[in-house]
């Protein structure tokens, strides 16, 4: 069992919360805030409860080293405007400074500096996971993005914690995404696109028998579509998963699983520019970048039909118009018929897509994580998770 943060009692408690706030800045600014925004339900209702609460995140890959340009300070600035409480960053996520900061009564809020500045944290090292834990006496994990990761802040600290919990987030994260799992409503509609079969090949695998359809778009149906013998240009295609997508087109066919990919392509020449429809194949010359509306009309009919649907990886180079209409017409699709249909959005790319289209309001799950939802979907055990279980 997994013990929830409102089951706890945090009265005059220093709260240690490891989040995810790995976001893109620029400039000096956090450009897109979804998983620090998604977080705050946690921080406030620890805030309103206990003593005070300790902020912990990795920012980027700094691989053990002080960069500047990974500095979480612009993440303070973010949390401190969306709080509207005075949010202070200790120079280090250890060390007597910053246990002096934290120790202070008046700091109520403070935000370590990233802990991938120490080397330590990636190898889950011993020491490290003491030093973090000493800051705090209960440890929530509201890290849901990085909970595939077996490192000190995420699964080595909580061994020093005899109370531990999952933050709100992370136990959504579980709730929409363990329902799938388990008992999934149907009909069960999944829509995957994104560059690469390799990186769906679980998920398919583990989810195919729960489906009633499966719509494939984005970088992966080329791969899908040349196993069939249909010309695809020069769209990207993983000659080495031509027999996988051979082989799970037949499977779905024997369990009578709907499986639909693109008719249609609107394609770009090398630069991606010029765009062009295409019906079937795509000339020799050309890149598919965006399903073609006969192929959006096709999968929104499913999503009409369904009950759940997940979705994973934009269907086009959503970036870049006009190959965003794929992506864009899913989800407006999925917010039209919200709530009737409960739709999860899985993969930073695809929240992007959906927040593009001006929709994130109208649909059920923006899920914060990318490869930890994957592996938590294609069955896998993540260590972030499996360290909160043994909680009393």
């Known amino acids: 069992m997994i013990r929830k943060l409102v089951e706890l009692a945090l009265n005059g408690k220093a709260v240690f919360l490891r989040v995810d706030f790995n976001v893109p800045i620029t400039n000096g600014k956090v450009t897109e805030p979804h998983r620090i925004d998604s977080a705050l339900p946690t921080v406030r209702f620890i805030l309103e409860q206990a003593r005070k609460v300790i902020v912990a995140s990795h920012l980027g890959r700094p691989d053990g080293k002080v960069v500047a340009k990974y500095s979480l300070a612009p993440v303070r600035e973010h949390l401190q405007d969306s709080l509207n409480k005075p949010v202070?960053?200790?120079?280090?996520?250890?060390?007597?400074?910053?246990?002096?900061?934290?120790?202070?009564?008046?700091?109520?809020?403070?935000?370590?500096?990233?802990?991938?500045?120490?080397?330590?944290?990636?190898k889950?090292?011993?020491?490290?996971?003491?030093?973090?834990?000493?800051?705090?006496?209960?440890?929530?994990?509201?890290?849901?993005?990085?909970?595939?990761?077996?490192?000190?802040?995420?699964?080595?600290?909580?061994?020093?914690?005899?109370?531990?919990?999952?933050?709100?987030?992370?136990?959504?994260?579980?709730?929409?995404?363990?329902?799938?799992?388990?008992?999934?409503d149907q009909p069960f509609v999944m829509v995957l696109g994104g560059a690469k079969v390799s990186d769906k090949i679980g998920v398919i695998k583990n989810l195919l028998p729960k489906l009633t359809a499966l719509l494939i778009g984005g970088g992966m149906a080329y791969t899908f579509l040349k196993s069939q013998g249909i010309q695809v240009g020069r769209s990207l295609v993983e000659e080495d998963k031509l027999n996988v997508a051979t082989e799970l087109i037949t499977e779905a066919a024997r369990r009578g699983i709907k499986?639909?990919?693109?008719?249609?392509?609107?394609?770009?020449?090398a630069e991606k520019g010029n765009p062009q429809p295409a019906e079937k194949h795509i000339a020799r010359d050309r890149i598919g970048l965006d399903i073609g509306p006969k192929t959006a009309a096709l999968f929104v009919e499913e999503i009409k039909k369904a009950k759940l649907v997940l979705w994973n990886g934009p269907v086009g180079l959503f970036e870049m118009a006009p190959y965003d209409q794929g992506s864009r017409t899913i989800a407006k699709s999925l917010a039209e018929n919200h709530p009737r249909v409960t739709?999860?959005?899985?993969?930073?790319?695809?929240?992007?897509?959906?927040?593009?289209?001006?929709?994130?309001?109208?649909?059920?799950h923006l899920s914060t994580g990318g490869g930890a939802t994957l592996e938590f979907l294609e069955g896998r055990e993540l260590p972030g998770v499996k360290a909160l279980e043994d909680s009393p």
């Open 343 to 364: 739709s999860v959005i899985a993969g930073g790319d695809t929240v992007a897509a959906v927040s593009a289209a001006g929709v994130a309001e109208n649909v059920t």
């Open 124 to 184: 889950n090292d011993r020491e490290f996971s003491r030093a973090l834990a000493s800051l705090g006496e209960v440890y929530v994990n509201d890290a849901f993005g990085a909970a595939h990761r077996a490192h000190a802040s995420i699964s080595g600290m909580t061994a020093f914690f005899t109370v531990k919990a999952a933050g709100k987030l992370m136990q959504k994260e579980l709730d929409y995404l363990g329902s799938i799992l388990t008992a999934p």
């Open 88 to 122: 202070v960053l200790a120079p280090d996520c250890i060390g007597p400074e910053t246990e002096r900061i934290v120790r202070a009564d008046h700091n109520q809020i403070v935000l370590l500096e990233n802990l991938r500045f120490h080397q330590e944290e990636e």
């Open 259 to 269: 499986l639909v990919l693109p008719i249609d392509h609107i394609t770009g020449d």
